[in-house]
């Protein structure tokens, strides 16, 4: 089993619409979740945080249920600029410790 | 923000041949770096972690005397891939975390495409 599970899409939507992507990671010692966005040929990069009490930022919307071990990230309104591979990421204890990444969620925005 | 270059952006080279990466944290200084490989539609892999002036820690799998990493200071860490063979072509990727003020967040460089001939 994957450290962390994504559903790999792609997800095709139109402008505006709402898309939700699940993630389910497998250590239950994990401490920090976090969902990155990453564009074609280049790095991650951090979208937000992901904590127990869900968390929003603007558009974007992450919730996490340590319970079930499971984390989710929802869009609203969808831009075109969303279009990407969103990378469900979790954490160990410790400034040190790796990052662990799904394979990511491919969500394709379309007129 | 803290930024994070990598060198050089992309690379080819001839199968036997040895490539150098280097990652640099411009404007923090670096404690602990990460090298991770990306392999198309895939996820990005942790391959090794380093701490300046100490061995690095690599991943189960990952053969460390192919992959040499050295952080000999708190703003540079490279990778070396030795006798590169076509399977190495990947895209390899760094992250660093720094001191006070960077400590809990790693900030990715944009990146290096290898590919081996």
């Known amino acids: 089993r994957k450290e962390v599970e994504q559903d790999p899409g792609p997800f095709n939507v139109p402008e505006g619409a709402t898309v939700a992507f699940n993630c389910t990671y497998s250590n239950s010692a994990s401490q920090s979740f976090f969902w990155y966005r990453q564009d074609c040929r280049k790095e991650p990069k951090l979208l937000m945080s992901?904590?127990?009490s869900g968390n929003e930022d603007g558009r974007f919307t992450a919730q996490l249920n340590r319970a079930s071990q499971y984390i989710s990230l929802l869009i609203r309104d969808s831009k075109l600029s969303d279009s990407a591979t969103y990378l469900c990421v979790v954490k160990g204890a410790g400034t040190a410790s790796k990052l662990t990444f799904g394979t990511g969620t491919r969500l394709q925005v379309t007129l | 923000g803290a930024v994070v270059s990598q060198h050089p952006s992309w690379v080819i080279c001839k199968s036997g041949t040895s490539v150098k990466i280097e990652c640099r944290s411009l404007?923090?200084?670096?404690?602990?770096m990460f090298w991770y490989r990306q392999f198309p539609k895939q996820s990005l892999m942790l391959m090794a972690t380093s701490n300046e002036g100490s061995k690095a820690t690599y991943e189960q799998g990952v053969e460390k005397d192919k992959f040499l990493i050295n952080h000999a200071s708190l703003t540079l860490s490279t990778l070396t891939v030795t006798s590169a063979h076509p399977e190495d072509s990947s895209f390899y990727i760094c992250?660093?975390?720094?001191?006070?003020?960077?400590?809990?967040?790693?900030?990715f460089g944009p990146g290096t495409r290898l590919t081996v001939l």
């Open positions: 992901v904590y127990s």
């Open positions: 404007d923090f200084q670096a404690t602990t």
């Open positions: 992250s660093a975390t720094g001191t006070s003020g960077t400590t809990d967040t790693q900030y």
